[in-house]
C-alpha cells in the first residue's frame, strides 16, 4: 500500500535563513534611525519673519518641512514593521502569514523582510 506523499511548494526555513533575515531586518533599522537624526533639521519650525527671509524662500522651506514631516512619518511606519518582525522571530512566528497562518514566500520576504502577510492577505488588505 503506496502512501501519499504530499510536496510543499515552499520548505518551511531554518535557522540559518531566520538569522539572516534578522540581520537585514536590524541592517534596515539601524539605517532608518541614521536617517532620522538627518531629517529632523528638515522638519524644525519654519522661520516666519519676512524682514529675514522671502516669500518664496519661506514657500520653499515650508514643502521642504512637509516633505521631511511625510518622510519620517513612513520612517516611524516601517520601523514599527521591523520591530513587529524582530518580535515575532523571537516568537518562533517568523515567516508566517499574521492574517491567515500561511507561510510568507521566501521570494516577498527577500523583498521585503518585515512583511506581516503572505500576498493573498495583503491583496486582501488593500482591495
Same mark, same amino acid.
Given at each position: 500500500?503506496?502512501?501519499?506523499?504530499?510536496?510543499?511548494?515552499?520548505?518551511?526555513?531554518?535557522?540559518?535563513?531566520?538569522?539572516?533575515?534578522?540581520?537585514?531586518? #536590524?541592517? !534596515?533599522?539601524?539605517?532608518? @534611525?541614521?536617517?532620522? &537624526?538627518? *531629517?529632523?533639521?528638515?522638519?524644525?519650525?519654519?522661520?516666519? $519673519?519676512?524682514?529675514?527671509?522671502?516669500?518664496?524662500?519661506?514657500?520653499?522651506?515650508?514643502?521642504?518641512?512637509?516633505?521631511?514631516?511625510?518622510?519620517?512619518?513612513?520612517?516611524?511606519?516601517? #520601523?514599527? !514593521?521591523?520591530?513587529?518582525? @524582530?518580535?515575532?522571530? &523571537?516568537? *518562533?512566528?517568523?515567516?508566517?502569514?499574521?492574517?491567515?497562518? $500561511?507561510?510568507?514566500?521566501?521570494?516577498?520576504?527577500?523583498?521585503?523582510?518585515?512583511?506581516?502577510?503572505?500576498?493573498?492577505?495583503?491583496?486582501?488588505?488593500?482591495?
Amino acid at each position: 500500500m503506496a502512501g501519499h506523499i504530499v510536496q510543499s511548494t515552499q520548505i518551511t526555513m531554518n535557522e540559518q535563513q531566520i538569522a539572516i533575515f534578522k540581520q537585514c531586518l #536590524l541592517e !534596515k533599522r539601524e539605517q532608518l @534611525l541614521a536617517f532620522a &537624526k538627518t *531629517g529632523d533639521e528638515a522638519a524644525q519650525t519654519v522661520e516666519l $519673519d519676512q524682514s529675514k527671509v522671502g516669500r518664496l524662500s519661506r514657500m520653499d522651506a515650508l514643502q521642504q518641512q512637509a516633505m521631511s514631516m511625510e518622510s519620517n512619518r513612513r520612517r516611524e511606519i516601517e #520601523l514599527q !514593521k521591523i520591530a513587529s518582525a @524582530l518580535q515575532r522571530i &523571537k516568537d *518562533g512566528e517568523y515567516g508566517y502569514c499574521v492574517s491567515c497562518g $500561511d507561510e510568507i514566500h521566501e521570494k516577498r520576504l527577500h523583498i521585503d523582510p518585515a512583511a506581516p502577510q503572505c500576498v493573498d492577505c495583503a491583496e486582501k488588505t488593500h482591495q
